[in-house]
């Protein structure tokens, strides 16, 4: 069974990835920032075959976490950011 792992995978749109590669029968990683803020991501124990799901902390700053992370993965998708900006005039797009 492929794996793939998925950066961001339990936010809005990441959760839709997800389910889309459990769908289809992969065995999917999905990245968390906290692993003790279950919050962030027991919507996804939910899905269809989430027992091909497996939820692992990770800080994609950290070489050594990502190296790790992405072993085994035949695919890799990221949809998550490390950082936030803090636009204080969106429509001028200053910083």
Same mark, same amino acid.
């Given at each position: 069974?492929?794996?793939?792992?998925?950066?961001?995978?339990?936010? /809005?749109?990441?959760?839709?990835?997800?389910?889309? /590669?459990?769908?289809?029968?992969?065995?999917? +990683?999905?990245?968390?920032?906290?692993?003790?803020?279950?919050?962030?991501?027991?919507?996804?124990?939910?899905? $269809?075959?989430?027992?091909?799901?497996?939820?692992?902390?990770?800080?994609?700053? $950290?070489?050594?976490?990502?190296?790790?992370?992405?072993?085994?993965?035949?695919?890799?998708?990221?949809?998550?950011?490390? /950082?936030?900006?803090?636009?204080?005039?969106?429509?001028? +797009?200053?910083?």
């Amino acid at each position: 069974m492929k794996k793939v792992g998925i950066i961001g995978g339990s936010g /809005f749109i990441g959760s839709y990835n997800t389910q889309k /590669f459990l769908s289809e029968g992969y065995k999917v +990683r999905v990245s968390t920032t906290d692993i003790a803020n279950k919050s962030k991501y027991e919507h996804l124990q939910s899905l $269809n075959n989430a027992e091909n799901l497996e939820i692992v902390q990770l800080d994609v700053e $950290n070489k050594a976490e990502l190296t790790s992370f992405l072993k085994g993965c035949q695919i890799v998708v990221h949809g998550g950011t490390p /950082f936030q900006l803090d636009v204080k005039d969106p429509e001028n +797009r200053t910083l």
